[in-house]
């Protein structure tokens, strides 16, 4: 497929997800502003139902952030031909990204649980995001050659390989 057509397809999957959130959290905000929501305990009196739709609201949104990550690999690597891999360090961002809304979103409805072991909830989210940072950081380290060659060929557009160097 052409670059050209690659990019339409991802800016096409990229409204879609951009819609579904928005819708996502439409809805979020509506079942927070409920009244009678966050007064009605869910479970525990620590944990009003609001908190907890919010919770699930928030889930889907992540989950829904996660698989355009998946659908945008196969275009991200045609976009990206020079850099081998470029799919998989995109998933590796987006997971980062939902990783770190996840972390916020979620604190509501855990913190109440864990009083005393907030330690144990920031360490999962230090591990996951540690191993993600890794693995983005080693695909672009795998790429570095791929990198350095395009780069320096847009500072010497002129230039094709096996022709004499003029200075």
């Known amino acids: 497929m052409e670059t050209k057509e690659l990019f339409w397809s991802l800016l096409a999957k990229a409204v879609k997800t951009l819609v579904a959130l928005f819708t996502l959290f439409a809805i979020g905000f509506f079942v927070e502003s409920l009244p009678y929501a966050r007064s009605l305990p869910f479970l525990s009196q620590r944990l009003p139902v609001s908190v907890f739709l919010n919770a699930v609201v928030s889930l889907l949104g992540v989950i829904v952030f996660v698989k355009f990550g998946a659908e945008a690999s196969p275009a991200v690597d045609g976009i990206l031909g020079f850099m081998p891999g470029a799919g998989r360090l995109a998933r ?37 995001m540690l ?23 847009i500072l010497r557009p002129y230039k094709t390989p096996g022709s004499p160097e003029k200075t």
């Open 92 to 128: 590796s961002v987006i997971k980062i990204l939902a990783l770190l809304f996840a972390y916020y979103a979620f604190q509501d409805a855990v913190f109440p649980f864990i009083a005393d072991y907030e330690w144990v909830y920031q360490s999962l989210f230090l591990g996951f």
């Open 131 to 153: 191993f993600f940072l890794v693995r983005a950081g080693l695909q672009v380290y795998r790429s570095s050659g791929e990198i350095s060659e395009f780069l320096v060929g």
